[in-house]
């Protein structure tokens, strides 16, 4: 039976495994961090680096009285993988994954598994790959995801959220179907398009002018993410194929629009078409510490301590833009009620999380922090 102080395992030892093993040991004051991975040379380097300190041999042998399981595999494996991590811990053992695409693993587990699994997904990466590629500030002020589920356990989300804060993130809690539709939106089907533009390039050569050759930096920084890594990003696509293929036809629409309104030569379309693209610019470039300084606020909810609680509340909070700073649950008797805590930044956040808390059902008053 593992319990909260107990080693953290991490499965997949890469640059998200590896730096996910350099920041719990180094930030969250985890006593242990074991690793497995069935390439020898990235365990042993893994070692080396100070990523983990045990690397096991089996999965088995890593996650044996681990509290929190990390899965770092690739995404085809995920459903797997924790089905048979989730089989081999005990009910205080938290098992996650760090997989760009949430529903093809939630769709695997049943009710109980749902119990002790939580999606995440980091939004944060390197150019390189690799263990010897890890870093411990990999996760700083980066958004992270995580996918309760109706019946996740509240002690369970309570500590892998404070996990997820002491490395440096900011977890942000979302249904795992808006997760997919939003990474196929601004991270799956960009991908697709920096491979589409590259192949049309690569075969057009207008008077025997390669195309490629004549290419400037604009179509060098749109096409950056274009071909890498071919294996990965195909099990990406499938293990999210639903909310891409949609997010693609929507995208279809969009060119078929442009190319309508360049042959009937409509400029004011056109003049509207870039001007609703820089404004939403201006959004995607404006700083995600806009509400840096502002004072922070204690909520404090009445809940029952039963699974489906937190979730719901922290995940109407996350669709909201509302970052909780940090969470904590006092446990009330058996069968009684307890007292969630959540801090916010500014009053204006704390004011529009109460009245959404309120919406879900439960009872809560704000109050700023001394």
């Given at each position: ?343 916010v930044a500014g009053q204006q956040a704390a004011e529009r999380a109460a009245e959404l808390i309120r919406e879900v059902g439960y009872g809560v008053r704000a109050e700023p922090v001394a």
């Amino acid at each position: 039976m593992s319990a909260p102080g107990a080693p953290a395992a991490i499965i997949g030892i890469g640059l998200m495994g590896g730096s996910l093993g350099l920041a719990l040991r180094a930030r969250a004051g985890v006593p242990e961090v074991r690793g497995f991975d069935p390439d020898a040379a990235a365990r042993a380097e893994a070692v080396k680096l100070g990523a983990v300190d045990v690397a096991a041999g089996s999965l088995e042998e890593a996650i044996d009285g681990a509290s929190t399981v990390f899965l770092a595999a690739p995404v085809g494996q995920l459903a797997e993988l924790a089905k048979q991590a989730l089989s081999l811990t005990g009910e205080t053992c938290v098992v996650t994954d760090v997989g760009s695409a949430k529903g093809v693993v939630m769709a695997a587990l049943d009710r109980s598994e749902r119990r002790r699994f939580i999606g995440g997904h980091p939004v944060c990466g390197a150019e390189r790959s690799g263990v010897g590629a890890a870093r411990e500030d990999l996760f700083e002020g980066a958004t992270y995801f995580l996918t309760p589920s109706d019946e996740t356990q509240p002690a369970l989300f309570e500590r892998l959220h404070h996990l997820v804060t002491s490395i440096g993130a900011h977890p942000v809690a979302i249904d795992p179907e808006a997760h997919d539709s939003l990474m196929a939106m601004v991270s799956h089907v960009p991908h697709v398009l920096a491979s589409a533009l590259i192949n049309q390039a690569a075969g057009t050569a207008p008077e025997g002018r390669e195309a490629l050759r004549s290419a400037g930096p604009s179509f060098a920084d749109l096409t950056r993410v274009g071909g890498a890594n071919p294996p990965l990003w195909a099990d990406i696509l499938l293990a999210n194929r639903s909310a891409v293929a949609s997010a693609l036809e929507s995208f279809s629409g969009h060119l078929n629009a442009a190319r309508v309104a360049v042959e009937r030569g409509d400029r004011e379309w056109l003049l509207r078409f870039f001007e609703q693209a820089g404004a939403g610019r201006g959004v995607l470039l404006a700083s995600d510490r806009e509400l840096e300084g502002e004072r922070p606020w204690r909520l404090s909810v009445t809940v029952p301590d039963e699974p489906g609680v937190i979730s719901a509340i922290a995940t109407a909070l996350g669709h909201a833009h509302i970052n909780i700073e940090d969470l904590g649950l006092v446990p009330g008797p058996p069968d009684g009620v307890g007292e969630l805590r959540l801090l916010v930044a500014g009053q204006q956040a704390a004011e529009r999380a109460a009245e959404l808390i309120r919406e879900v059902g439960y009872g809560v008053r704000a109050e700023p922090v001394a």
